[in-house]
């Protein structure tokens, strides 16, 4: 059975997660070791700390193209799921609040090791559902 689809569009699927030279798109480079785990740090802590460990790496790392750009995406999604989680809180007056609160716990989990299995490989990842408060012109 063949799966290849090739009128859809690949834009979240899983990488593989052998060795490879891809470069990014992000910084024309071959990427090094230090900076795939910088970047994969960006988004994992991201479920740890929030917006904080992103952040972090964002100022500390604006020198490097590709780890700037995932510290930033991540960044991003951190202050989206505060928001959501946020408004969710205010909700928990309605009940409808604690699945909401949940929902945006799972799939922060889910994005995070997602964006950072990408940062792994050395592909730049989007965040779905994600408000880019911060750009890249910052």
Not at 13 to 23: A, Q
Not at 42 to 70: C, Q
Not at 98 to 110: D, E, G, K, R
């Amino acid at each position: 059975m063949n799966h290849q689809h090739s009128d859809s569009p690949e834009y979240h699927s899983v990488p593989d997660l052998k060795p490879t030279s891809r470069r990014s798109s992000t910084d024309g480079v071959q990427l090094s070791g230090d900076s795939r785990t910088y970047a994969v740090l960006a988004h994992l802590l991201g479920i740890i700390s929030g917006p904080l460990g992103p952040f972090v790496i964002w100022i500390a790392m604006k020198r490097n193209s590709l780890v700037e750009h995932e510290a930033r995406e991540a960044l991003n999604f951190q202050i989206t799921v505060w928001l959501v989680s946020f408004v969710g809180a205010i909700l928990t007056l309605v009940y409808i609040g604690y699945l909401i609160i949940v929902l945006a716990m799972v799939l922060n989990v889910v994005f995070c090791v997602i964006a950072a299995s990408y940062a792994h490989s050395g592909a730049p990842y989007r965040y779905p559902f994600s408000l880019r408060l911060i750009d890249s012109s910052q």
